[in-house]
């Protein structure tokens, strides 16, 4: 185990040059693919859960958010296989780091901005100022709700960071505590381990659950703007 508490999530580096890109890139080669007409069992059960993943997102959306469904389905694929991956021994998570979730985060949210001022601009500029709003108050409310809109890729980024960082540290503490107690109380590194045991599983959930809701909040402002 590392002494430093936080050396996992230092940028790993070989030579001296940081090594994510390859790091990012990596979850892309595990994924099976099939060159032959009739599929086997796992790449079955990847489609079905693709197929039902995209059937509900994309249920409420219209023509122009459906164009959307491959770079959603992409995005939630690579989050939830980088978050699976940072769950091994001596890995790195890309996803604790913030500024590379923000670079997820910005040109997504950016896009559906983008269209909701193109394609429906009236109702996109008719959130700054509700329906009823008292005259002395439309400078104050016009000012909150632009400060909401720019603050939604800095929360779809913090949230998922702040998520998996919080699970990574947890099992770092307790995996330290586990290995100090083996030599002086077997029943409490029984314990300890057991604890590990259930919180690695409540990660992989975690790691699953965090790529859903970054991607269906996505959707939602997508939505929001279609």
């Known amino acids: 185990m590392n002494e430093n508490l936080f050396t996992p999530f230092t940028t790993p580096t070989l030579l001296e040059l940081p090594v994510v890109v390859p790091i990012v890139l990596f979850p892309t080669l595990l994924l099976p693919t099939s060159k032959y007409l009739i599929n086997n069992r796992l790449?079955?059960?990847?489609?079905?859960?693709v197929q039902l993943v995209l059937k509900q997102m994309m249920?409420?959306?219209?023509?122009?958010?459906?164009?959307?469904?491959l770079m959603l389905m992409s995005l939630i694929i690579f989050i939830a296989s980088t978050n699976f991956l940072g769950l091994l021994p001596y890995s790195f998570t890309a996803t604790t780091q913030l500024s590379m979730n923000l670079a997820m985060a910005?040109?997504?949210?950016?896009?559906?901005?983008?269209?909701?001022?193109?394609f429906k601009t009236k109702?996109?500029?008719?959130?700054?100022?509700?329906?009823?709003?008292?005259?002395?108050?439309?400078?104050?409310?016009?000012?909150?709700?632009?400060?909401?809109?720019f603050i939604q890729p800095m929360a779809?980024?913090?949230?998922l960071t702040a998520n998996i960082t919080a699970g990574h540290l947890l099992m770092h503490l307790?995996?330290?505590?586990?290995?100090?107690?083996?030599?002086?109380?077997?029943?409490?590194?029984?314990?300890?381990?057991?604890?590990?045991?259930?919180?690695?599983?409540?990660?992989?959930?975690?790691?699953?659950?965090?790529?859903y809701v970054f991607t269906l909040l996505v959707s939602l402002y997508l939505h929001d703007n279609t």
């Open 123 to 149: 109702s996109s500029l008719a959130h700054f100022l509700p329906q009823g709003t008292p005259t002395p108050l439309i400078p104050a409310l016009v000012v909150i709700e632009t400060i909401s809109l």
């Open 43 to 49: 790449i079955t059960i990847q489609q079905k859960l």
């Open 174 to 211: 307790i995996g330290s505590a586990t290995l100090a107690l083996l030599t002086i109380s077997l029943f409490a590194t029984s314990l300890t381990l057991v604890l590990l045991v259930l919180l690695t599983i409540l990660e992989m959930a975690v790691a699953l659950i965090q790529a």
């Open 106 to 118: 910005i040109p997504l949210w950016a896009g559906t901005v983008i269209m909701g001022l193109r």
């Open 59 to 69: 249920a409420i959306h219209n023509t122009k958010g459906q164009a959307w469904s």
């Open 156 to 159: 779809l980024a913090v949230r």
